[in-house]
């Protein structure tokens, strides 16, 4: 994302010098915030890493609807084809033991089939996306005081 975009996106969400700095000192405040999450995701995807956040932002949402039936069968898989299967575009990086586990048990899913890839998925994003969204110029340029270059 340009730095144009960044501040646009700023000016459009409010986001305040205070809210970045929570997000700079805290993971899960970035990612549980609808504005971190959206920045978070453009700075992702412009290092071709936003899988990952999508895969996140899905299972979380999968959880949170406490499917059951037909309808968890249906979300379970189209979380597996769309993230997990070897043949989808926005495959995440996930070992095969869990990967093969997945693959398993979406015959018959349950509420927690990816709590494993997903707590992956979060520790990958927290130490290897998140370190370089916090140096990258655009981020840092909503941490500093307005008068600041």
């Known amino acids: 994302m340009s730095r144009k975009g960044i501040f646009k996106l700023r000016s459009k969400s409010a986001i305040s010098r205070d809210q970045a700095s929570k997000w700079e000192n805290n993971f899960d405040a ?44 249906e979300q379970a898989r189209r979380i597996y084809r769309t993230f997990v299967s070897n043949q989808s575009e926005k495959q995440i990086n996930i070992n095969d033991v869990i990967r093969k586990d997945i693959q398993r048990n979406i015959l018959a899913p349950t509420m927690t089939i990816f709590n494993e890839a997903q707590d992956t998925i979060y520790i990958l994003m927290k130490t290897d996306i998140y370190p370089r969204f916090l140096r990258d110029d655009c981020f840092r340029c909503l941490t500093r005081p307005s008068g600041d270059n």
């Open 30 to 73: 970035l990612i549980n915030d609808t504005r971190g999450v959206q920045l978070f995701t453009e700075f992702a995807r412009k290092h071709h890493a936003a899988e990952n956040i999508e895969f996140w932002l899905a299972v979380k949402d999968f959880r949170k609807k406490q499917l059951q039936g037909d309808r968890l069968n």
